[in-house]
């Protein structure tokens, strides 16, 4: 069997067309997407690739990897958006044909295409790939390194019915080796979760050893090497400080919410649930018995389930309650999606109501989601009081924001979707399916040209364009009362002669050498006005108060 063929050209294609197109046409969020992209900024600005600095003060909460990529980038594209989420769109273009690919071997070429058709079509997988966030680049290698260590494990017990011929030795070392490139991604969550996941797996077996203490020990070794190229000679020549700080810094956030976001427990369950529709409603069958499945399907089902439920337990347990904590579930969600459709296509499985009351639940909310938003920015005024407890939405809602009856073509677009499903659905499920799938990604795409860039003009633009306004003039950047950074990137700071300025006490209160520009919210203003007695107020905008110390 061929690894392309004209369903791998289509993904190509289709990634092509969806990924790469406007992924420069709104500013960076804060705050992950501004800050990975200031790392990589300062990165390509002073040459040094072995260190991370954020106001060119060393970094330790990350390794390089994805920065490697974003400053490369950047040094093709520019110092912009469109550099910082390319990295993104060019593993979406990798990971669609390569989800076909898998599937087409563990299967055949309709679930190939139907895995790729689970991801594509989810609503928070597709958008991972527009965003400049590290977790894409990081879950396809844990995932990698989980698929080539199944692999190995299968080679070795000389199953013959799959397609992958290569020895099982070189499948440990792909194994290793991505589990090492994810780590040096993100750190040694990468190596945890694998880890787990064959835990869990050998609880399961009744603590069989399915794979030897000797090839654990080279996939270890390898993953080990791979993360050595960049922590050892940064260890050999900076010393050891920022391992230890680093690993102080990643076992102490596990526990306590550190990163500033908390949440209920089931917070991971409503994020997938919502997140990857419709995958999601199909994968909760995909985790039933499938008859005259083969054994190593079966087996994979199983590896997936573990892993889903990896994630889940893990990041429900962490303290900090971020929505991209558990887009690893991605990959198995989108499999345990497909296994479903290829069996409900095929009639071997039952299609039970249960299904269409789930999708017609979450579709109509998309709709009226879709249909409320562009009906709230039209009629604003009426809906302020929802925000009177809170000053700075409140000053938020005053940005000028042009809504229009062309922002209810996502809306229209979803009830579309809809229709066209259930109305395809008797007649023949695969092409229902197809619709639902595609549907839901021209929904999202839609939804990215219609509402981002209002949603961003009214929680952040106006800060954005002060910073862009002081690009090539000699002052200093900060913030008061909250923490952003905003300033450091669109105002492309330069290295910094005075190591003062790395003081933000000093930058506020001390004698300075160099004009100070200062970014406050609404509800700071009266506290700021009172601290700071020389400041000049320059001007106010969409909740943002700005001002200068001379």
């Not at 450091?488 to 910094?496: C, V």
Request: charged content about 15%; hydrophobic content about 55%; overall charge positive.
């Amino acid at each position: 069997m061929k690894f392309f063929d004209r369903n791998t050209w289509f993904w190509f294609l289709v990634c092509g067309l969806l990924f790469f197109p406007f992924l420069g046409g709104v500013h960076l969020f804060d705050w992950d997407e501004i800050n990975f992209a200031e790392i990589a900024r300062e990165m390509a600005v002073s040459g040094d690739y072995l260190r991370m600095q954020i106001n060119y003060e060393t970094f330790t909460e990350k390794p390089p990897l994805f920065f490697w990529l974003q400053a490369i980038s950047m040094k093709i594209f520019g110092i912009n958006e469109y550099a910082a989420r390319f990295p993104n769109a060019l593993l979406g273009f990798i990971v669609l044909p390569f989800l076909y690919v898998a599937g087409k071997f563990l299967y055949d070429r309709k679930f190939g295409f139907l895995w790729a058709l689970s991801w594509f079509g989810s609503i928070l997988p597709f958008l991972y790939f527009k965003s400049g966030i590290i977790d894409p680049i990081f879950n396809f290698f844990i995932f990698n390194g989980l698929f080539f260590l199944i692999q190995y494990m299968w080679r070795k017990k000389g199953t013959r019915d799959l397609y992958f011929s290569k020895s099982p030795a070189i499948y440990l070392l792909i194994a290793g080796a991505s589990v090492g490139l994810g780590i040096l991604s993100k750190g040694p969550v990468a190596y945890l979760i694998v880890g787990l996941c064959l835990f869990v797996y050998w609880i399961l077996e009744r603590f069989r050893f399915f794979i030897s203490p000797m090839a654990f020990v080279k996939f270890s070794l390898s993953a080990l090497g791979v993360t050595l190229i960049w922590f050892g000679i940064d260890m050999a020549i900076n010393g050891p400080e920022f391992f230890i700080d680093f690993t102080i810094r990643g076992w102490g956030l596990l526990p306590s919410g550190g990163a500033g976001y908390g949440g209920f427990a089931g917070y991971h369950f409503v994020v997938l649930l919502l997140g990857c529709f419709p995958a999601s409603v199909f994968a909760i069958r995909g985790m039933g018995k499938f008859k005259e499945a083969s054994p190593h399907l079966v087996d994979f089902q199983r590896w997936m389930i573990i892993l889903l439920w990896v994630i889940l337990i893990l990041f429900s347990l962490v303290g900090t309650k971020i929505i991209h904590y558990s887009s690893m579930a991605y990959y198995p969600i989108s499999f345990l999606s497909a296994l479903t459709l290829r069996y409900l296509i095929d009639a071997k499985i039952n299609y039970k109501k249960w299904i269409s009351i789930s999708i017609a639940f979450l579709g109509i909310i998309i709709s009226i989601v879709s249909f409320a938003l562009p009906w709230i920015g039209l009629h604003i005024k009426d809906f302020l009081f929802l925000f009177e407890k809170d000053a700075f939405a409140m000053a938020n809602m005053s940005a000028q924001i042009n809504w229009s009856l062309l922002d209810f073509i996502p809306a229209g677009i979803a009830i579309l979707v809809l229709i066209g499903f259930f109305f395809s659905l008797k007649r023949n499920k695969y092409t229902a399916f197809k619709i639902l799938f595609f549907g839901n990604c021209i929904w999202v795409f839609s939804a990215l040209i219609f509402f981002i860039a209002k949603v961003e003009g009214i929680s952040q633009r106006a800060n954005v364009e002060f910073f862009e306004n002081v690009v090539g003039k000699n002052v200093y950047v900060t913030t008061y009362g909250y923490k952003s950074y905003v300033p450091w990137f669109y105002s492309k700071i330069e290295a910094h002669e005075n190591q003062n300025a790395v003081n933000q006490n000093w930058l506020l209160h001390g004698k300075t050498d160099k004009t100070v520009l200062i970014s406050c919210k609404i509800n700071a203003k009266d506290k700021l006005e009172k601290d700071l007695l020389d400041v000049e107020f320059l001007y106010e905008k969409n909740g943002f108060y700005f001002y200068k110390r001379n």
